[in-house]
């Protein structure tokens, strides 16, 4: 029974990826601030009080896991802002890279020891942090983090390759979650469920081989 682990595993996609990895039988750790009523009631394993922006409470993450072995670590955790010029809020745009950007890297190095050989590591990231995509403009701090995350995840599939341990940076789609809420029209984005399932769907195809790609969670390559 292979072990996931999840960070941002409250609400929303960490929530619904926990949801289904439970009901196919894999062991699942939920990684988070504070767990809530959904997260508890469907029975998950849960390690609380993780900030993956700060140093301190991802080592408290590495205690508590010691020595246990992890098959796939999907960094979740996210957050979004949507900056606009003329007004740009500079510590909301520190905060995205705090935790978009750095919040993945920071976790998996402090995880390194306990991925398998032939682990998987996917990051959840968007299609916001593509160059050629951005046709609109905005979103800076969003964007901007994302984009930073997509080459850090693939400094780290070229890192770990030869530990076998694949890579991925997965576009969950526009989905319709509390993160989404305030920027989303109504009726717009697919639901929580489909975006979980196609995540699940490119991380079980991940290898060695296909290590570092930046993919939709429907299945096709996204240009960087």
Known sequence: MPTIAITGSNRGIGLELCRQFLARGDDVIGICREATDAMTALGVEAITGID??????????QNALGN???DVLINNAGIMGREKLPELDWEGIRRQFEINSLGPLRV???LLDNLNRDAKIAIVTSRMGSIVDNTSGGGYGYRM????????????ARDLADRSVAV????????RTDLTASVMSAGLGIDVEESASGIIARIDELTVETTGRFMHAKGEPLPW
């Open 145 to 156: 983090s994302k984009a930073a995350v997509n080459i850090a995840g693939v400094s780290l």
């Open 68 to 70: 246990r072995p992890i």
């Open 168 to 175: 991925l940076m997965v576009h969950p789609g526009s989905v």
């Open 52 to 61: 993956v922006s700060d140093d301190g409470s991802v080592a408290t993450l």
């Open 108 to 110: 998996t190095a402090a």
